[in-house]
């Protein structure tokens, strides 16, 4: 069965530095998503691409947050500088089309940040 | 704007007896709704979702839930519930104005006891 792929699953930092995750989605599934979930929280969308392009980023903290799907594939979520309020699960998640409203979501593993 | 509640942090219930996780919902147009379950240090696993039609709709793992449109709800149940159940329960609605990213609740830790 076709998986949304995550790494790293663990990541510890300390502040200030910089940390990456990556997601390779459903083949074929042209809607990417990030979602950040803080411990004892429901996810919150951070990030959404149609194909290479951002759909929403609204709730994306420019300032220190980025994120690109270049190819329109896999994705990377950047945070420059980490802050320990940044210590949480980032999923990622992808869909089969933007264009249907009726589609669930396909969720990775996660990736669990601590940053200390 | 739409939203999600779930009222309940926690549900406890014995194994072999019914189980029902609340949610409602608030959303301009017709509502998109979904299930997910979560395990821990897991990602999310889809249950079930209602789009229209019949208002009872079944899911994976024996689980099922109720759309009442006048009461905008959409609770999550399970005729008899097992061990293994027990996980983080959310429900979320999807936001039609703002693409296809769904709203998600703060969840509900579904607790059973053997």
């Known amino acids: 069965e076709a998986e949304v792929a995550q790494s790293p699953r663990y990541k510890i930092t300390e502040k200030s530095q910089a940390v990456a995750f990556w997601c390779d989605p459903i083949s074929g599934h042209a809607t990417l998503y990030w979602y950040r979930q803080i411990l004892g929280q429901g996810p919150e969308l951070l990030v959404q691409?149609?194909?290479?392009?951002?759909?929403?980023d609204s709730q994306l903290p420019k300032d220190r947050f980025s994120a690109e799907r270049l190819k329109g594939v896999d994705s990377t979520l950047k945070i420059q500088p980490a802050e320990l309020g940044d210590s949480a699960m980032y999923l990622c998640?992808?869909?089969?089309?933007?264009?249907?409203?009726?589609?669930?979501?396909?969720f990775g593993e996660g990736s669990r940040l601590t940053v200390l | 704007a739409q939203s999600v509640a779930q009222p309940e942090d926690q549900v406890n219930v014995a194994e072999g007896n019914p189980l029902t996780v609340k949610c409602t919902y608030s959303v301009s147009g017709n509502p998109y709704l979904f299930w997910y379950v979560q395990y821990p240090n897991r990602g999310l696993q889809f249950l079930l979702k209602y789009i229209t039609g019949d208002n009872l709709v079944k899911g994976s793992y024996g689980f099922e839930a109720e759309f009442n449109k006048s009461q905008t709800s959409f609770h999550l149940k399970k005729p008899s519930a097992l061990v293994s159940d027990s996980a983080l329960y959310f429900c979320?609605?999807?936001?039609?104005?703002?693409?296809?990213?769904?709203?998600f609740g703060k969840g509900t830790t579904l607790s059973v006891s053997s």
């Open positions: 998640a992808s869909s089969l089309t933007s264009g249907s409203y009726t589609g669930e979501l396909f």
């Open positions: 691409f149609q194909d290479e392009s951002v759909v929403d």
């Open positions: 979320a609605v999807r936001a039609t104005s703002a693409g296809t990213a769904l709203i």
